[in-house]
């Protein structure tokens, strides 16, 4: 079985099209606790490994820049591609000292325990909610999310295709193929990605 990465102009492709969505900049956050109580298998009690959340998918500066993050969530028209750089500091927008009460993460998720080691709770049918206050009642694009989030990995399979990347969306995050919350959350056939989109990996 051969492996494959996604060619750089289909990632392009993607970043343009999240772009153009109406996501509020908080949805890695969200994201982030999703995957984590897939990890922990609960909704209450979470702990929430932004840092680390920000490194594995949204890095995109390997230096010491200020801002290494290319977060391409954002509720602006016609945004500048600057102002979607995120510095170095993500506890400036995740730490429970940080969070204001109307804040869209604090409609979907509560701080049970604060300080550095913080516990989380999502709520129940938490879908719902993240699609209403982060989304603008709008599902998000899932081939295009994922090959963005995927941009840097590759992919052990003899024919590479879109739904590739679903699967390897779904089992990152916890969700299932045509479960409810997948369902509700995210859009499916919003890409034109197919084996063609795709370069084998040496």
Not at 40 to 45: D, I, K, N, V
Not at 58 to 80: G, I
Not at 144 to 156: N, Q, T, V
Not at 157 to 183: H, K, M, V
């Amino acid at each position: 079985m051969s492996q494959y990465v996604l060619k750089p102009e289909t990632v392009r492709k993607s970043l343009h099209r999240l772009i153009g969505e109406s996501i509020h900049r908080m949805f890695p956050g969200y994201l982030c606790l999703q995957q984590q109580s897939t990890y922990e298998g609960r909704e209450t009690g979470l702990s929430f490994p932004y840092n680390e959340f920000f490194d594995d998918y949204l890095r995109v500066r390997e230096d010491d820049s200020d801002k290494p993050y290319f977060v391409p969530f954002t509720q602006a028209k016609n945004p500048s591609l600057n102002a979607l750089w995120n510095n170095k500091n993500v506890s400036g927008t995740y730490a429970p000292s940080s969070l204001r009460p109307t804040a869209p993460l604090m409609k979907i998720a509560e701080i049970e325990e604060g300080g550095h080691n913080s516990k989380w709770g999502i709520e129940s049918r938490h879908w719902e909610l993240a699609r209403h206050h982060l989304c603008g009642g709008n599902q998000i694009p899932a081939e295009s999310l994922a090959a963005y989030l995927f941009r840097d990995y590759a992919f052990e399979t003899d024919s590479p295709s879109a739904y590739t990347l679903i699967e390897t969306f779904t089992e990152e995050f916890g969700y299932e193929f045509g479960g409810e919350a997948f369902s509700h959350l995210y859009q499916t056939s919003d890409s034109n990605i197919s084996v063609d989109s795709f370069e084998e990996y040496d």
